[in-house]
């Protein structure tokens, strides 16, 4: 069953005097977090007057977050999206719906679960462990099909994987 909320960043800092928080998005981008008009934080939907994306990370006017000393109470605090929010692209998915994912070659044959996701410099990798724990780059090349309903996700090795 997926979870109806995502994890989608963390409040890493004050902006300005009135109130503003810097989000550091863990979305595929921060344009597609500043989209969203209802934040989650702490459980409790947060509304969002204005944001927008600076550097990288979102700076967004929360309701009932009117200057610096309330929004210092929200640093480290990590931000939820409502998956119904979400508008992905067709065969799009959340990582969290991939983890614990059965992993298998294009020859059918099972190399262990989805642990982890690792956001690399170059692409994000995923950690494989079966007999032995694998390391493979999210990339077309070797990532062939993700399947997130099916819970299955097909791969090319090379030697060395």
Do not use: C
Request: proline share 3%.
């Amino acid at each position: 069953m997926k979870e109806k909320y995502i994890e989608a960043g963390e409040i890493v800092n004050t902006h300005g005097v009135r109130g503003e928080v810097k989000v550091l998005p863990w979305t595929d981008s921060a344009e597609f977090l500043a989209k969203f008009r209802t934040l989650y934080i702490d459980g409790a939907a947060v509304r969002v007057r204005a944001s927008r994306v600076h550097k990288g990370a979102v700076l967004a006017s929360l309701e009932g977050v009117e200057d610096v000393n309330a929004a210092m109470r929200l640093k480290g605090k990590r931000v939820f999206i409502d998956r119904e929010d979400a508008k992905l692209p067709r065969g799009g998915y959340f990582i969290q719906d991939i983890i614990g994912a059965e992993v298998v070659t294009e020859d059918g044959e099972s190399i262990g679960k989805l642990t982890e996701v690792i956001d690399a410099p170059a692409s994000l990798v995923y950690v494989v462990k079966g007999e032995r724990e694998r390391l493979i780059p999210a990339v077309p090349e070797f990532i062939l099909k993700t399947d997130a309903d099916a819970g299955v996700i097909t791969v090319r090795l090379i030697e060395g994987m």
